[in-house]
């Protein structure tokens, strides 16, 4: 059974930092695109980042290039995000998902809730 | 600003057929053949439905189905079930935002 579960999610301030994770399982991890897609109150889906399977490449949305990072560590089965400088527009549900080929996202986890408010 | 534009609402009742749109440009939806469907239902993660315009991963029914002409791609839901209600949204491989901004189907 495929799984992918987040976690790192939370209240934090504006200009804090917080580090999402999330674990996968049930397919070969080290051999899929992952992609983070977020989702605030209320909107549709936003595409936030991906990275490929050696983590060799990397790409960002344009309004979180220079604040979040996308990582993964394949040994462990694992995505990251980590998020600095948060602003209240990146409040959201961050969702972990596996590309399973240009954009199309086949599996996704239950989300984690990110609050960025004083 | 998602560059998928989709209808914010369709509705029909028990046993109608909807379709919802999906229209993008000839750099994303006109090209390639990258489109997908996501079904959300409130408080849950998204599911993929449709892949590749018109592909169906194992386990979503038949009723579900994709298409695509030009720009614009589109998801028919045949036969409608109360359980059909749902969040839906387009995706599309080189797209500006990958997503549409989801169409709510209300079943009546």
């Known amino acids: 059974e495929v799984q992918l579960v987040e976690s790192g999610g939370g209240l934090v301030q504006p200009g804090g930092s917080l580090r999402l994770s999330c674990v996968a399982s049930g397919f070969t991890f080290s051999n899929s695109w992952m992609t983070w897609v977020r989702q605030a109150p209320g909107k549709g889906l936003e595409w936030v980042a991906n990275?490929?399977?050696?983590?060799?490449?990397?790409n960002y949305l344009d309004s979180v290039e220079v604040r979040f990072t996308i990582s993964r560590d394949n040994a462990k089965n694992s995505l990251y995000l980590q998020m600095n400088s948060l602003r209240a527009e990146d409040s959201a549900v961050y969702y972990c998902?596996?590309?399973?080929?240009?954009?199309?996202?086949?599996?996704w986890g239950q989300g984690t809730l990110v609050t960025v408010s004083s | 600003q998602s560059a998928l534009t989709q209808p914010r609402s369709v509705s029909g009742s028990p046993g109608q057929s909807v379709t919802i749109s999906c229209t993008g440009t000839?750099?994303?939806?006109?090209?390639?053949?990258?489109v997908s469907w996501y079904q959300q239902h409130p408080g849950k993660a998204p599911k993929l439905i449709i892949y590749d315009v018109s592909e169906r991963p194992s386990g979503v029914p038949d009723r579900f189905s994709g298409s695509k002409s030009g720009n614009t791609a589109s998801l028919t839901v045949s036969g409608l079930q109360a359980e059909d209600e749902a969040d839906y949204y387009c995706?599309?491989?080189?797209?500006?935002?990958?997503f549409g901004g989801g169409t709510k189907l209300t079943v009546l």
């Open positions: 998902t596996r590309d399973r080929v240009c954009n199309t996202f086949d599996y």
């Open positions: 000839s750099s994303d939806v006109g090209y390639y053949n990258y």
């Open positions: 995706c599309s491989y080189a797209a500006r935002g990958a």
């Open positions: 990275i490929k399977e050696d983590g060799s490449v990397k």
